[in-house]
């Protein structure tokens, strides 16, 4: 379980991230959190692994402090997975995928076993394991990215928009194989993008934030559509445009669902 | 060319001297302006004035520098010692500048993910800001060494024989043949030691050499 406590955070300079946030995140579920770009969303990300530290306030993982713990143990503890993969250039794949245990001190031939497995199970062909992270694909190296954050089979897995680069067809697969990655694994993952609907798409709960971190509104997806807060989430989430205003028309003695301008997007089983 | 081959013995000879006394600065001062231009990449203040100060040092003259140097370390007038020392600070006074160039070439990026992997400082700094730093650090040391090879040629002066012999001699002989035969030879040594570079560093950095590279 991660919990953020009253956290803040104004960077040196003056710009305020964050003015006060409180969330509880509980285990073996996924957290979206969700905002246009300046709502402190990848600020907050980063205070999990104390890549950012908050200026005001507390997070704690399993009710410790993260301030308590050494920076560079716990980032070991937690994976990370970040917009254009952030792989090392200078690496192999497979290296890649094995430095978070060769950091950990797992000797090199158990971490290139290890690593070569977790390339299996983000669907990489072992081939690729050779090359240098510039021979792949953007779609590819993203999959690397999710391989090395997951080949320490941490507790909790941190991603920083690590779709937002890929275009849209690789982004739909993307999503569609964490989606069956976290059905298997169950891990406490923390996810920020600016797209509700891979908000929708990946979280168990939903939060969307407005500026300085404030948050709109937390909840399933379900709840968030069922009752929205406010204006800025019904627009936020479209349900001021009619997308997601759908009825049900009977079509040949089908019930087809329609979206307010009669646009059909599906049928009821 | 007849002189040449009369005389390859001794050429040869003198070659070998002045690639020692060219290579060991060129690596010590590697070596040394790495972690200067690191601090000076990192070090946002004082950072510009490290490299500024490098310069200047690269402004003192050669002829004074190597008379003095003894007295300071001690070391006989004639010692070798005293040419790659010099050498050493001006190998220095350079490659800090691209040293910290380089550093400051790696990603943000990058440096940003191998912190959120858990490397340490210390860690990052060697297993990936210093070789993702090498392109531009190759290209200081192949700076450096043209440059240090040419420079090496005064160490006649103060009794350290080397290619440079050819000119010092040529002209108390009033010979040109061997003046033009110690140019030439300095020139190859300089392509030859560039050469090497150039290999250590297609070794040392396989990932820049890969086909199929996007």
């Given at each position: 379980m991660i919990e953020y406590r009253s956290v803040a955070k104004t960077f040196p300079g003056g710009a305020e991230a964050v003015r006060d946030f409180s969330l509880v995140l509980p285990s073996r579920t996924t957290t979206v959190l969700v905002g246009s770009s300046g709502c402190g969303k990848t600020t907050l990300l980063r205070m999990v692994n104390r890549m950012v530290d908050p200026s005001r306030?507390?997070?704690?993982?399993?009710?410790?402090?993260?301030?308590?713990?050494?920076?560079?143990?716990?980032?070991?503890?937690?994976?990370?997975v970040m917009q254009h993969a952030g792989l090392l250039p200078h690496r192999t794949v497979v290296d890649n995928v094995a430095t978070p245990l060769r950091l950990g001190g797992v000797a090199r031939r158990e971490a290139r076993t290890r690593a070569l497995e977790a390339l299996e199970r983000v669907g990489l062909d072992p081939v690729l394991a050779r090359r240098y992270p510039t021979q792949l694909s953007g779609g590819q190296q993203q999959r690397v990215g999710v391989a090395r954050g997951l080949v320490a089979d941490p507790n909790i897995l941190l991603m920083d928009e690590p779709f937002g680069a890929v275009d849209p067809i690789v982004r739909a697969e993307l999503q569609h194989e964490l989606v069956r990655l976290q059905h298997d694994l169950g891990k406490t993952i923390v996810f920020v993008t600016h797209d509700i609907e891979e908000a929708f798409l990946l979280g168990d709960q939903v939060v969307i934030l407005k500026k300085g971190g404030e948050v709109a509104q937390v909840g399933s997806p379900a709840e968030i559509l069922a009752s929205p807060a406010d204006d800025f989430v019904r627009s936020f989430v479209g349900l001021d445009r009619g997308r997601?205003?759908?009825?049900?028309?009977?079509?040949?003695?089908?019930?087809?669902?329609v979206d307010a301008d009669g646009r059909a997007t599906g049928v009821l089983a | 060319m007849r002189w040449f081959l009369d005389n390859w013995t001794d050429i040869r000879g003198l070659a070998w001297r002045h690639l020692w006394l060219s290579i060991v600065p060129v690596v010590l001062g590697f070596v040394l302006a790495v972690p200067i231009g690191y601090v000076a990449h990192r070090w946002r203040l004082g950072g510009s004035a490290l490299v500024s100060i490098a310069s200047v040092v690269y402004t003192i003259p050669s002829l004074p520098l190597l008379v003095i140097l003894p007295s300071l370390l001690g070391t006989t007038f004639l010692d070798p010692t005293n040419v790659i020392v010099v050498l050493t600070i001006y190998a220095v006074a350079v490659m800090v500048r691209s040293a910290a160039d380089g550093f400051g070439s790696?990603?943000?990026?990058?440096?940003?993910?191998?912190?959120?992997?858990g490397y340490s400082a210390w860690q990052r700094a060697v297993q990936v800001e210093l070789?993702?730093?090498?392109?531009?650090l190759l290209a200081g040391v192949r700076v450096?060494?043209?440059?240090?090879?040419?420079?090496?040629?005064?160490?006649?002066?103060?009794?350290?024989?080397?290619?440079?012999?050819?000119?010092?001699?040529?002209?108390?002989?009033?010979?040109?043949?061997?003046?033009?035969?110690?140019?030439v030879c300095v020139v190859v040594l300089a392509l030859l030691l560039d050469l090497l570079w150039v290999l250590l560093g297609r070794v040392a950095m396989p990932w820049l050499s890969v086909r199929g590279a996007r």
């Open positions: 306030g507390q997070v704690l993982i399993d009710d410790v402090d993260v301030a308590t713990r050494n920076p560079v143990e716990l980032r070991r503890s937690i994976g990370y997601r205003t759908l009825r049900i028309e009977e079509v040949d003695g089908r019930q087809v669902v | 790696v990603s943000e990026a990058v440096v940003d993910a191998a912190r959120a992997s070789p993702l730093a090498g392109p531009v450096v060494s043209v440059s240090t090879v040419s420079l090496a040629t005064i160490s006649p002066l103060i009794g350290v024989s080397n290619l440079g012999s050819l000119f010092t001699d040529g002209f108390q002989r009033s010979f040109a043949t061997e003046i033009v035969i110690g140019i």
